[in-house]
């Protein structure tokens, strides 16, 4: 799912109901934080998140374990 160059500033939480989504591309957004919800996908492979403004990540995403 590309969603790039969109100026999305945050994220909805129910992102989460994609469970079959592999990949997501969030590049060149305004985001400064992604919500915990991403961890939920259980078939992500690929997150994609250059051009943004993230500080840090939610630890709940270092679970991702098919993350590349």
Do not use: Y
């Not at 985001?31 to 961890?39: D, F, H, K, Q, V």
């Not at 992500?44 to 709940?60: D, H, Q, R, V, Y």
């Amino acid at each position: 799912l590309d969603v790039g160059f969109n100026e999305f500033r945050t994220l909805p939480a129910s992102l989460a109901q994609f469970k079959r989504l592999t990949e997501l591309s969030l590049d060149g957004n305004h985001l400064t934080e992604l919500p915990a919800s991403i961890a939920e996908l259980p078939r992500l492979e690929k997150l994609s998140l250059a051009g943004n403004s993230i500080a840090c990540l939610s630890p709940k995403l270092l679970s991702v374990t098919g993350l590349r």
